[in-house]
Nanobody, 126 residues
Framework: QVQLVESGGGLVQAGGSLRLSCVAS????????MGWFRQAPGKEREFVAA????????YYADSVKGRFTISRDNAKNTAYLQMNSLKPEDTAVYFC???????????????????WGQGIQVTVSS
């Protein structure tokens, strides 16, 4: 079993920045590809960014490309989502997720992921 805990969310003005962290415990973090998703009120959960086990491959949703950066530190069992130039439409609950995978794959659909964090609120005011 894997436990994931997100942190770093909060309220920020448009144009500001936040860095989310996702700490994993219970299994070898480096065995998993990792993704960030978000869900706004009344909307379906959507893909934000994904990173392969070693960090070699990264993929972003078009809506965040150039503003968000995903990274991971396998020695610390932690993944990050640096969010810059935030917009009100980025307001959502953000989730991290893990999928046991090969070294190079990234996954953009939520049903590919076995383990999920509880989510953390990010609110961007205009």
């Amino acid at each position: 079993q894997v436990q994931l805990v997100e942190s770093g969310g909060g309220l920020v003005q448009a144009g500001g920045s936040l860095r989310l962290s996702c700490v994993a415990s219970g299994r070898t973090f480096s065995s998993y590809a990792m993704g960030w998703f978000r869900q706004a009120p009344g909307k379906e959960r959507e893909f934000v960014a994904a990173i392969s086990r070693t960090g070699v491959n990264i993929y972003y949703a078009d809506s965040v490309k150039g503003r968000f950066t995903i990274s991971r530190d396998n020695a610390k069992n932690t993944a990050y989502l640096q969010m810059n130039s935030l917009k009100p439409e980025d307001t959502a609950v953000y989730f991290c997720a893990l999928h046991q995978a090969n070294y190079y794959s990234v996954y953009v659909t939520s049903d590919a992921y076995e383990y999920w964090g509880q989510g953390i609120q990010v609110t961007v005011s205009s």
